[in-house]
């Protein structure tokens, strides 16, 4: 029974490769289907991106390049969410390949065979594309997404590095997962530029349904950046959350107006919901994990809906520019409000001092929305790609701001009383163990350190499920929480304190942790604990510890030199679409003058 139950921990039975079979029996099941609709006479490997190109109204190589891409994303991103809500809930992996860990290489690895199929596909029919090598023929397209393969598959093996020198820590934002967050999240930007390279859209609605796929896939790639936020688990300033969602928003939903025309942003916020609440909904009630609790968007996609409309005949420049900050602030009140209903992450007035990074990185999303929905609709774009190069280098910047995190020089004294029977359990090492219950109180001095707190509660994970106890004052510089959190087992908790720049934790109780040297903090039953807010990640990655300083050096350089890398190709290759939109529009005008 007691391997039974640790095999369930570990999540490496059998029952476990079930949605990795399923993916590939849908990718099989699509593939045998329209094989079985193609023409006979043409060679068995292409006929079924013949069949998808006669159903989509686009060549085979983008129809090939697209679907894949697509498959492979869908598969990356339930592995993705797989797995962190299973690190938030039962800590660090026993094993590298987990089934989530193979969704996630699947759907990268996938990402690089569309770049491939593409550019295969474009050689065979000697398409009229990007470059000309030769016989070769890789569509400018193919180069930003097999990039984004390149640097998302690099990031895998050199994260095991990684965590062989500094630990295995369990954190999103690391450089190693950035590199394969990254990559994933940003190749519906290359998918959709590859249906722009295709041609002009085509009357009818086969194309336009391609490309609200791709509205809706570019915001769920923007939105897994803020998973740790979703599940209440951030390890950054409270600052990011209204930042990434900002963000989302102004490239995302601009994006699919440009596109798609009237009513696109709305459509492609429907996409979002629909395919972020199914997949929450699986890894939440159906893997019995923590529920995802993403954003709505729909403020947004409200507000470039209206400005949109209202000003038609505005210069689109000043459009865009009145529409990101419309995003950023009447926009965003809905799902401030949210955040209030349904995320564990509520927004309070502080953040209000530090909203012009919201509003500047909306304004600058915006622009790249723009640039990238009017690249894909074929129309003239509103700034020269030096411009689309100035509204990168503000994101960036705009992402910098909240990047800081510090301790607090204040003193917390922790007390928890027993509440409820002491039960035997058994940890993921499957060692016999107890849990206790504890009701949890704070005294914090100075009594106002923490007032106005951005967050402050107990936050107790990976022993089972992720809890959040908000504290409550009950004097002076007092805090208690309602109920009890579980200690003891694999639990960990901490007071957590997020204000400003600050983001700072002091313990609560932690189990020992032989593979690492690390003794046990009890919860302070016996007698109180005194201690100094400390910067959060101390605890929150207690099992991190220092080491050569070859692995940062060898991911922050990767990650640096891949990101550059990924913005200027998609900044490339828009500019070569804009390129091609002026010169098919002053062709005709200059045959016409010639008359």
Not at 154 to 171: A, C, E, K, Q, R
Not at 282 to 288: A, E, T, Y
Not at 354 to 380: C, Q, T
Not at 438 to 465: C, E, I, K, N, Y
């Amino acid at each position: 029974m007691e391997s039974v139950v640790v095999d369930s921990l570990q999540q490496t039975g059998p029952v476990w490769w079930i949605p990795l079979g399923l993916g590939f029996a849908v990718l099989l099941g699509c593939l045998g289907a329209l094989s079985l609709a193609a023409d006979r006479r043409s060679h068995p490997l292409r006929r079924p991106f013949d069949t998808l190109s006669r159903l989509t109204g686009v060549p085979a190589w983008c129809a090939a390049g697209i679907g894949i891409a697509l498959w492979s994303l869908l598969v990356a991103l339930v592995g993705f969410s797989w797995d962190v809500a299973w690190h938030a809930d039962l800590g660090r992996d026993q094993a590298l390949l987990t089934p989530p860990h193979v969704m996630i290489l699947t759907g990268l690895i996938g990402i690089g065979v569309a770049a491939l199929a593409s550019i295969a596909l474009a050689t065979a029919d000697r398409a009229r594309v990007g470059l000309a090598i030769g016989r070769l023929r890789v569509p400018w397209s193919a180069l930003p997404m097999g990039i984004m393969a390149l640097g998302a598959v690099i990031g895998f093996p050199l994260d095991n590095y990684w965590h062989s020198v500094y630990g295995i820590d369990v954190t999103m934002w690391s450089p190693t997962h950035l590199l394969m967050i990254g990559g994933a999240s940003l190749t519906p930007v290359a998918a959709w530029l590859m249906l722009a390279e295709a041609g002009p859209p085509r009357a009818g609605g086969r194309v336009k349904l391609l490309s609200e796929a791709l509205a809706g896939s570019l915001l769920l790639g923007m939105s897994t950046f803020q998973l740790e936020f979703d599940l209440g688990i951030p390890q950054w300033q409270a600052l990011y959350h209204p930042v990434l969602i900002a963000l989302a928003m102004g490239v995302g939903l601009v994006a699919a107006r440009e596109a798609l025309g009237r009513g696109g942003a709305l459509r492609a916020v429907a996409a979002f919901l629909v395919v972020r609440g199914l997949i929450a909904l699986l890894v939440g009630p159906v893997f019995g994990l923590s529920l995802e609790r993403f954003p709505l968007y729909i403020g947004g996609a409200l507000v470039v809906e209206a400005v949109f409309l209202a000003t038609p005949r505005m210069l689109p420049a000043l459009r865009v520019l009145i529409t990101g900050l419309l995003i950023a602030t009447a926009g965003m009140t809905v799902d401030w409000g949210w955040t209030h209903v349904w995320s564990p992450q509520p927004w309070h007035p502080r953040l209000l001092a530090s909203w012009w990074v919201v509003i500047v990185i909306a304004v600058a999303g915006s622009f790249l929305g723009s640039a990238l929905g009017r690249a894909v609709a074929h129309l003239s774009q509103l700034v020269h790609f030096s411009g689309i190069a100035m509204a990168f280098a503000v994101m960036v910047a705009m992402l910098a701001v909240p990047f800081p995190r510090h301790g607090l020089d204040v003193s917390a004294t922790v007390t928890a009383s027993p509440a409820g029977a002491r039960l035997p359990t058994i940890t993921r090492e499957g060692l016999a163990t107890f849990e206790q219950d504890m009701t949890v109180s704070l005294t914090v001095s100075p009594a106002t350190a923490v007032s106005d707190a951005d967050v402050f509660r107990v936050f107790t994970w990976q022993g089972g499920s992720l809890i959040i106890s908000p504290l409550r004052p009950t004097s002076d510089g007092r805090y208690a929480v309602d109920g009890a959190v579980p200690t003891g087992g694999s639990w960990k908790s901490i007071v957590f304190l997020e204000k400003a720049d600050v983001v700072a934790a002091v313990p609560v109780s932690f189990p020992a942790d032989p593979a690492y040297g690390l003794a046990a903090i009890p919860p302070p039953v016996e007698a109180s604990r005194r201690a100094t807010f400390e910067p959060a990640s101390a605890y929150l990655t207690r099992e991190s510890h220092g080491g050569s300083a070859l692995p940062a050096v060898l991911a922050y350089t990767s990650l640096a030199v891949i990101g550059v890398t990924w913005g200027a190709a998609v900044i490339g290759v828009g500019e070569a679409m804009r390129r091609r939109v002026t010169a098919s529009l002053t062709l005709p005008a200059l045959r016409g003058a010639g008359a």
